[in-house]
């Protein structure tokens, strides 16, 4: 019995009418950190990194949200493990993501929220001295934090911080984004 209050509790919450509830587009960019293992060589670099996002608002505590997301692309001169020689490794890394987004609204016009999700990525790895270059892709998890204030019920700025791994690769994106909520 008491399953069913809770199934009726939780699908109140989720589903209830507000007006919070409703699509919303958005885009941002801002700085991208990544810690690669590229095979036989491993560095850190950042870039610039943006993303496409667009989402549904349940209520103001929980959304679904899907996003391309292009974290940049990364290089690092590193030495060749096997002849100690000055490498050039590079990376590049995007994809597609969906999370959940669970919201608290701190006050009227400011929001804080998390994430978390999954993401197909792709990305393109090079080792210039050894002509190495190789295309691969997954699927991997995806997580990440932060607030939004809202200029008006249609349009909020949001910054935020977002994980994304990729094998044994993690990238982090920083970013500031513009939202229209319909």
Do not use: C, H, Q
Request: proline letters at 2%.
């Amino acid at each position: 019995m008491r399953t069913i209050y809770f199934v009726m509790l939780a699908a109140s919450i989720v589903f209830s009418g507000s007006a919070y509830a409703g699509a919303y587009i958005g885009a941002g960019a801002g700085r991208s950190d990544v810690d690669a293992d590229a095979g036989i060589s491993s560095f850190s670099d950042t870039d610039t990194g943006w993303k496409i996002f667009g989402g549904y608002a349940f209520n103001k505590y929980f959304a679904v949200e899907g996003a391309w997301v292009d974290l940049g692309d990364f290089s690092d001169t590193v030495p060749d493990p096997l002849f100690s020689i000055p490498t050039k490794t590079s990376l590049g890394l995007d994809g597609f993501a969906v999370s959940g987004v669970g919201s608290y609204p701190v006050y009227e016009a400011f929001t804080v929220f998390g994430k978390l999700g999954i993401w197909s990525w792709e990305s393109d790895v090079s080792i210039s001295a050894l002509g190495f270059s190789e295309d691969e892709n997954g699927t991997d998890v995806m997580f990440g934090a932060g607030a939004s204030y809202n200029f008006t019920k249609a349009i909020s700025v949001r910054a935020e911080w977002e994980r994304f791994t990729a094998d044994s690769d993690d990238a982090d994106l920083f970013s500031i984004s513009g939202v229209y909520s319909f």
